[in-house]
């Protein structure tokens, strides 16, 4: 089946801190199974994502140079987290801070709903890389140019940030998003079992 022609809106697909996104794919990234959760919010049947490339759900906000080097560690055997902005089936969005591992023969993704304070800096650093590729091609320059232009400009940006590279700011964004949502988590649960207060 090929991609749908999906154009993006700014509706922000909900979903629930709690809830995680699971699925595997083959190596070439052909999705061989999917959670309710991911199914749910990207609007799509289950059936319909079985089979299929998991970049079907690729937002054009998100930048090239971030599959790339999603895609260097799975094949070099390596797990990595990333934050991602994906498109639903009905031009929504919705953002994830991706894991993803190689288990045998498979790649294994993980995703959960961001809620530390790290995301409206990834934002802005996508949109700008962003820019960065489109003015690449937009004169006539390949793919692999743009992404080349936007690997240094993002590993300066990381340095700008505070991180050696990569995979310090991965080994910092990971834990952060962790914690967060965990004690966001305690915190409902623990509201949700104060009871509740009467005057005299």
Not at 137 to 162: F, N
């Amino acid at each position: 089946m090929a991609r749908p022609s999906i154009t993006p809106t700014n509706y922000e697909r909900p979903f629930d801190l709690g809830e995680l996104f699971f699925s595997t794919t083959d190596p070439k990234g052909i999705i061989l199974s999917g959670n309710r959760v991911f199914a749910r919010v990207s609007a799509y049947e289950e059936d319909e994502l079985l089979g299929q490339p998991h970049n079907m759900i690729r937002h054009p906000d998100m930048p090239r140079v971030v599959f790339k080097m999603f895609w260097e560690y799975l094949e070099a055997g390596r797990p990595i987290a990333a934050y991602v902005k994906n498109m639903a089936k009905d031009g929504g969005y919705y953002w994830v801070l991706a894991t993803a591992t190689p288990v045998g023969n498979r790649y294994l993704s993980v995703r959960m709903k961001p809620s530390a304070d790290l995301l409206p800096t990834v934002e802005a650093l996508y949109a700008s890389l962003v820019k960065t590729e489109r003015a690449i091609e937009s004169r006539g320059g390949t793919p692999r140019d743009a992404m080349e232009a936007s690997g240094a400009q993002l590993a300066k940006s990381l340095v700008q940030l505070g991180f050696q590279d990569y995979d310090a700011f991965m080994h910092h964004a990971l834990p952060t998003e962790i914690a967060s949502r965990r004690e966001q988590l305690s915190a409902r649960q623990a509201a949700t079992r104060t009871p509740a207060t009467t005057g005299p």
